[in-house]
């Protein structure tokens, strides 16, 4: 995706996050920039220029009451996605899209649900012997992989590629996946997400799938909270964000070298409402 483009993607992902910063604030629901997008705010004070997303983290609770309350809140032009509300949603956090728009990610092409976002997710804590987190690690990939499979979503073609391994890996996911129907698959996971909930030390649901024991933060991040600017906004943080971007990143403040600016989501068609003004950069048969 070329810079421009990419651009004006940010540009209505941060539409998209006021329209959720609108409907927290309302609804005393606690929020926080996450991920890559509270390491833009610290670094860049806005989007990393070669991010193609935009990530909001809450606490489960608080997730829990966004999910019921936003689609009652949100303006017309946005709906949320989770698979509380559609079988057929293939994550374990929601998002919030953008109607009439078009993001088109190569793993799931030619899904209904892929307009311009902003991911949302739930923060859960996490068990304290290293023994037990990888076992809990490793199951919350596995119901990941498996319900992927029954939403169709297809993690080993990325930029036109078929990545043998990542095929055979989710080979065995996806075998197991037909003894399983989606909602006992998500109902597993959603129990083991919460189970140690009291706990000291919590994790971000998609992060924790892939990388559960590194990604093993203080709780206190994310129950005290301040607020930085974001693109021309202020919106909330962990207070201590240095703690959590040295925890998350290591040297944050340092940039990846040019190769590693990239499409993480190999993103394969933009559109943004209008017919004249779209963005194809892989051709489908």
Known sequence: MDRETLRKVQLVQLEIAKEVKRVCEENGI??????GTLLGAVRHKGFIPWD?????????????????????????EYVLLC???DPQYPHQFAKVMKRGTVYREEAHYGSSFDGIFVDVFPYDQMPDEPGEIRWVGFRLMAYRAMIRAKCGHRTWTV??????KRWLKNLPFRFLSLFFGRRALRERSDRLS???????FAYCTPQGVFDYPEWRM?????????QLPFEGERFSVPADY??????AYGDYMTPPPESEREDRH????VKFGDESDTYTCVERN
């Not at 606690?30 to 991920?35: A, T, V």
């Not at 930029?159 to 043998?164: C, D, I, L, T």
């Not at 240095?242 to 925890?247: I, K, M, P, Q, R």
Request: proline residues 3%.
């Open 194 to 200: 919460c189970r140690y909930n009291g706990t000291e």
């Open 266 to 269: 190999s993103i394969v068609e």
């Open 52 to 76: 193609d997303d935009l990530d909001l983290g809450m606490l489960r609770e608080d997730y829990e009451k966004f999910l019921q309350i936003a689609p009652g809140k949100l303006k017309e």
């Open 218 to 226: 203080p709780l206190r991040y994310f129950t005290e909270l301040t």
């Open 30 to 35: 606690s929020y926080w920039l996450d991920s």
């Open 159 to 164: 930029n036109g590629k078929f990545y043998v």
């Open 83 to 85: 698979w509380q509300l």
């Open 242 to 247: 240095d703690g959590y971007l040295t925890c």
